[in-house]
């Protein structure tokens, strides 16, 4: 660790959890062995029934655990943000783990080199029984905001923001089911243009799945509420693009990962 990075911020990693028992260890060891030294990993958890908050209690790293019931992932998100105390803000899902101990450092070095407001990279999807082998590759590539017209996001599990992006324009929309996430890198990146760097490395690894890719009723209703995202914020997409979103997808299945962070 270069002795600079002493005088770097606090960085909060919300990860919420509800009967994770399976997955979370991957997920907290994967924070606990991160070279960056100024961690705050912050349990966001639902009344889990299972093992997972015993778990979560062997990882002294864990700064701070919030066991309560919840209104569904984004809500449990947003509480994870109220009480982060750090001056960027990460979200890692409970069947996530960082690609490589050097994330976090990757992550704020760049930030602060560009002096940006908030960063994403890239992500692999993985084999939930065997994490080595991976099914999907999500290059999100460089920012235009015109992007987002033609179904273009970044994958929310690399995406980080400083805190006082979500202070000025606001958490998750917890009317969205499946969206949330969509809407709220929407009406910061696209709406309110905040300045955001592209890091293109593999930053995370998720288990395949998804509650938006469940099912073909399940995309329905995620393309209905990725429409919703463009018209809470008063925004006009083209007639194309929301359907092209998922049909994105489709090139995440031939593309071959690049460096890992």
């Excluded at 979500?166 to 996430?181: C, I, M, V």
Aim: one cysteine or more; a positive charge.
């Amino acid at each position: 660790m270069n002795t600079a990075m002493q005088s770097f911020p606090l960085i909060s990693i919300i990860t919420v959890t509800y009967n994770s028992e399976k997955t979370i260890r991957d997920t907290l060891a994967s924070v606990a062995t991160q070279d960056y030294p100024h961690i705050e990993h912050i349990i966001v958890d639902g009344l889990s029934r299972d093992n997972t908050l015993a778990i979560v209690r062997e990882f002294p790293h864990v700064t701070r655990i919030i066991s309560e019931k919840d209104y569904g992932i984004y809500d449990a998100m947003n509480k994870g943000i109220k009480a982060a105390t750090g001056e960027i803000i990460g979200c890692l899902n409970s069947d996530d783990f960082y690609a490589s101990a050097t994330v976090i450092t990757k992550v704020v070095e760049q930030m602060m080199a560009d002096k940006s407001s908030a960063l994403y990279g890239d992500l692999v999807y993985v084999r939930p029984d065997r994490t080595t082998k991976i099914t999907r590759t999500w290059i999100a590539g460089k920012f235009k905001p015109g992007k987002f017209l033609f179904g273009w996001m970044p994958p929310h599990p690399t995406f980080f923001v400083r805190r006082d992006v979500y202070q000025k324009f606001g958490l998750f929309n917890t009317t969205l089911r499946s969206a949330a996430d969509y809407e709220l890198m929407l009406r910061f990146l696209y709406k309110a243009r905040i300045s955001v760097s592209y890091l293109p490395q593999i930053l995370v690894r998720m288990r395949a799945g998804g509650m938006s890719n469940a099912s073909f009723r399940n995309r329905i209703n995620a393309n209905r509420e990725d429409r919703q995202a463009w018209r809470v914020n008063q925004l006009h997409p083209y007639f194309y693009t929301t359907l092209l979103k998922p049909l994105r997808k489709l090139i995440q299945y031939v593309r071959k990962p690049k460096r890992i962070a």
